[in-house]
């Protein structure tokens, strides 16, 4: 259950954040979550609340946008969405794969009142 | 309202600080590894042939992970490992760069050849966690599905070597070679795989050859 210290990692930056800022409160926090990071995003939300009851995170909202895997062939050079976790390239088949995009585990922004 | 940009990594803390043991280990040229497995698969047993079956001259440190207990650090240096640091995690699920950071102020690491980093049993958290290693090393064993490649994606994507352990027990399961192969081949097309069996110390010998070539290639 990772969710939890990736969680605890969020609130730190968050909280940062705030302070570099006159912030009053946060209504929302935006991440970007891709498939292929192991990050379950209900775990992450039940961690997240757990770790923000009585602070001044409590009310904030989590939004998680989910991005797919995206792959680009070294052979062929053609780019295509992974499905179903097959990394073989649908164009060649070949297994030489680059991973374009879906290891993100990112805070894109925060909405906030000051 | 306002919208304050932020753009940042979750885990960007972890990842400056292996950035820093990277380069560190670069400066040493200490080739480092990190096994990941399931709880029981074998990277204990692994690690006692490879310090025994090791030639002598490469000086290797092992960091041995776990969420309770010393026991794994105590076998390997029974095995024969000189350089030995258990990490008790006290329950977390896997390591961190801070906690390797902290532990290898125990090493001499002008000495050292070759880190081997044994992090605790688990297919899913660890994956998300750089600790400045070379490659992350996969350990599977044949009392386990042949699926489990398709089960855990995303370890066995960001690892560049899978072992397939308990070769010596194929008999007893229904674990395909060819069908984990498949699989395997399927999530990530240039892994590079070994069979073996800590039992009768069979395929070790390609393991250590392999070992054997990549530190000489970092030193």
Same mark, same amino acid.
């Not at chain 1, 070294?74 to 297994?95: A, M």
């Not at chain 2, 906690?99 to 290898?104: L, P, Q, R, T």
């Given at each position: 259950? +990772?969710?939890?210290?990736?969680?605890?990692?969020?609130?730190?930056?968050?909280?940062?954040?705030?302070?570099? +800022? !006159?912030?009053?409160?946060?209504?929302?926090?935006?991440?970007?979550?891709?498939?292929? @990071?192991?990050?379950?995003? !209900?775990?992450?939300?039940?961690?997240?609340?757990?770790?923000?009851?009585?602070?001044?995170?409590? +009310?904030?909202?989590?939004?998680?946008? @989910?991005?797919?895997?995206?792959?680009?062939?070294? !052979?062929?050079?053609?780019?295509?969405?992974?499905?179903?976790?097959?990394?073989?390239?649908? +164009?060649?088949?070949?297994?030489?794969?680059?991973?374009?995009?879906?290891?993100?585990?990112?805070?894109?922004?925060?909405?906030?009142?000051? | 309202?306002?919208?304050?940009?932020?753009?940042?990594?979750?885990?960007?803390?972890? /990842?400056?600080?292996?950035?820093?043991?990277?380069?560190?280990?670069?400066?040493?040229?200490?080739?480092?590894?990190?096994?990941?497995? &399931?709880?029981?698969?074998?990277? #204990? &047993?692994?690690?006692?042939? #490879?310090?025994?079956?090791?030639?002598?001259?490469?000086?290797?440190?092992?960091?041995?992970?776990?969420?309770?207990?010393?026991?794994?650090?105590?076998?390997?240096?029974?095995?024969?490992?000189?350089?030995?640091?258990?990490?008790?995690?006290?329950?977390?699920?896997?390591?961190?760069?801070?906690?390797?950071?902290?532990?290898?102020?125990?090493?001499?690491?002008?000495?050292?050849?070759?880190?081997?980093?044994?992090?605790?049993?688990?297919?899913?958290?660890? &994956?998300?966690?750089?600790?400045?290693?070379?490659?992350?090393?996969?350990?599977?064993?044949?009392?386990?599905?042949?699926?489990?490649?398709?089960?855990?994606?995303?370890?066995?994507?960001? &690892?560049?070597?899978?072992?397939?352990?308990?070769?010596?027990?194929?008999?007893?399961?229904?674990?395909?070679? /060819?069908?984990?192969?498949?699989?395997?081949?399927?999530?990530?097309?240039?892994?590079?795989?070994?069979?073996?069996?800590?039992?009768?110390?069979?395929?070790?010998?390609?393991?250590?050859?392999?070992?054997?070539?990549?530190?000489?290639?970092?030193?």
């Amino acid at each position: 259950m +990772h969710e939890l210290s990736i969680a605890s990692s969020i609130i730190d930056s968050v909280t940062k954040e705030v302070k570099k +800022h !006159d912030v009053r409160s946060v209504y929302e926090i935006k991440l970007r979550i891709g498939e292929l @990071t192991a990050v379950v995003p !209900d775990s992450l939300r039940f961690g997240f609340e757990s770790l923000v009851k009585d602070t001044f995170l409590e +009310h904030t909202q989590l939004t998680i946008e @989910t991005s797919k895997i995206e792959g680009e062939c070294i !052979d062929c050079k053609r780019g295509f969405t992974v499905e179903n976790f097959n990394f073989i390239c649908p +164009h060649c088949s070949s297994k030489q794969v680059d991973i374009i995009s879906g290891n993100e585990l990112e805070i894109l922004s925060i909405e906030i009142e000051k | 309202m306002a919208n304050i940009l932020i753009e940042k990594k979750v885990l960007s803390a972890n /990842d400056t600080i292996a950035s820093k043991l990277r380069e560190t280990f670069q400066k040493h040229k200490i080739f480092v590894i990190n096994i990941v497995s &399931s709880p029981g698969s074998g990277k #204990t &047993s692994l690690l006692e042939k #490879t310090v025994q079956l090791l030639n002598k001259n490469i000086q290797t440190g092992i960091i041995a992970g776990d969420v309770q207990t010393e026991n794994d650090a105590k076998r390997i240096q029974k095995a024969g490992g000189k350089f030995v640091q258990p990490i008790e995690t006290g329950g977390s699920c896997h390591l961190d760069a801070a906690m390797i950071e902290k532990s290898i102020a125990h090493f001499d690491l002008d000495k050292l050849d070759l880190l081997i980093i044994e992090n605790v049993g688990n297919l899913v958290c660890p &994956s998300c966690y750089d600790l400045g290693e070379d490659m992350k090393v996969v350990l599977l064993s044949t009392t386990e599905g042949d699926d489990k490649p398709l089960k855990y994606p995303s370890m066995f994507r960001n &690892s560049s070597v899978m072992v397939i352990n308990k070769t010596d027990l194929l008999y007893y399961t229904d674990f395909k070679l /060819d069908e984990v192969r498949k699989n395997a081949l399927q999530i990530n097309g240039t892994f590079e795989i070994f069979e073996t069996s800590c039992k009768t110390s069979d395929g070790l010998n390609e393991w250590i050859n392999w070992l054997t070539k990549k530190v000489s290639e970092t030193g």
